[in-house]
Nanobody
Framework: QVQLVESGGGLVQAGGSLRLSCVAS????????MGWFRQAPGKDREFVAA????????FYEDSVKGRFTISRDNAKNTVYLQMNKLKPEDTAVYYC??????????????????WGQGTQVTVSS
C-alpha cells in the first residue's frame, strides 16, 4: 500500500556527516508517525529516531542524541535523518519506517506498518 525509499547512504570517515532521506508514496504519509532504525551485521534492528505526525515531537536513541536530527517535510512526503559526528559504530543499514496508527511504543520494530529497503551507511576510522 505504501512504499518507502531511502537514499543518502554511503561511505564517510569518522567525524563526517550524511543526510538520509526517505520518500513515501501516497498522500497518507502526512498522517503517519515515522521512525529510523538501523541494523548492523549479526545484530537486531535497533531504534534510532522517531518523529510525530506533525513533526513537533522527536525522540532519539541515547547513543545518537546530540549528533542525529530527524525531521520531516510533509508537503514532500519525505522524512530526513541528518547524521553528524559519525562514528564507526554507526555503521549499519538504515531503514525508515511508517507507523500508520500511531503509538507511544515508537522504539519497537513491530509497531511500524511499512518499511523501506534500507540504505548502507559505512563509517571508517
Amino acid at each position: 500500500q505504501v512504499q518507502l525509499v531511502e537514499s543518502g547512504g554511503g561511505l564517510v570517515q569518522a567525524g563526517g556527516s550524511l543526510r538520509l532521506s526517505c520518500v513515501a508514496s501516497g498522500r497518507t504519509f502526512t498522517s503517519y508517525a515515522m521512525g529510523w532504525f538501523r541494523q548492523a551485521p549479526g545484530k537486531d534492528r535497533e531504534f534510532v529516531a522517531a518523529i510525530s505526525v506533525g513533526g513537533g515531537s522527536t525522540f532519539y536513541e541515547d547513543s545518537v542524541k546530540g549528533r542525529f536530527t530527524i525531521s520531516r517535510d510533509n508537503a514532500k512526503n519525505t522524512v530526513y535523518l541528518q547524521m553528524n559526528k559519525l562514528k564507526p559504530e554507526d555503521t549499519a543499514v538504515y531503514y525508515c519506517a511508517a507507523d500508520r496508527y500511531g503509538s507511544s511504543r515508537y522504539t519497537l520494530v513491530n509497531e511500524y506498518d511499512y518499511w523501506g529497503q534500507g540504505t548502507q551507511v559505512t563509517v571508517s576510522s
